[in-house]
Every structure is written in C-alpha cells, then in structure tokens.
C-alpha cells in the first residue's frame, strides 16, 4: 500500500468515527429533552381539567341515578330549574376565570 492510500483510509475513518459520534451525541441530547419535557408537561394541570372533571362528575351522577325510577329528570314547560344546574366557566376553570 501506498503512503497515500494509509492516509485515505485515516482520513475516510476519522470522517465516519466524527459522524457516527455527532449522531450519537445529538441523540443522547434529544433523549434527555425528551425525558425533561415529559416531566414538565406531567407538573403543568392542563387548561381544561377542571371542566374534564366536571363532565366525570356528572357522569357518575347520572349513572347513579340511571335504575333508581323515583327521581324526576323531566321538567314541565314553564319549569326552568335545570337552568340552574347547568355548569359555568367559574365553576371548573381555575380561579374562576376565563380564558
């Protein structure tokens, strides 16, 4: 072999073994982002969770009351109670606020 040819193959392996470490360190960066980022999205409530969880109440409400034949759910025509059960931002956003 030629002196140049051993420098070729130095070079062609210096280049590859540069390469392959730069991909392996950017994808030991983008795994730790990755991992950090899951974290911090799991500390921040999300914005509608409180309105989520309100529909989970309501579910259960309902479906408590689903075989039991003595409560009344239908309303006569002046009757506007069921307007007073209706849920309002206030009462599931946080702090009572919108958005």
């Given amino acids: 072999m030629s002196s140049a040819t051993k420098i070729a193959d130095f070079a062609h392996k210096a280049v590859v073994t540069t390469a392959f470490s730069l991909f392996c360190y950017q994808g030991y960066q983008l795994g730790t982002m990755m991992l950090i980022g899951t974290d911090e999205a799991k500390k ?35 009757d506007d109670s069921y307007l007073k059960k209706l849920p309002r931002p206030q009462d599931y956003q946080p702090g009572g606020k919108r958005n």
């Fill in 44 to 78: 921040k409530e999300h914005p509608q969770a409180g309105f989520i969880q309100m529909l989970r109440d309501k579910y259960a409400e309902e479906k408590e009351k689903y075989f039991d034949t003595g409560h009344r759910d239908w309303y006569d025509k002046d």
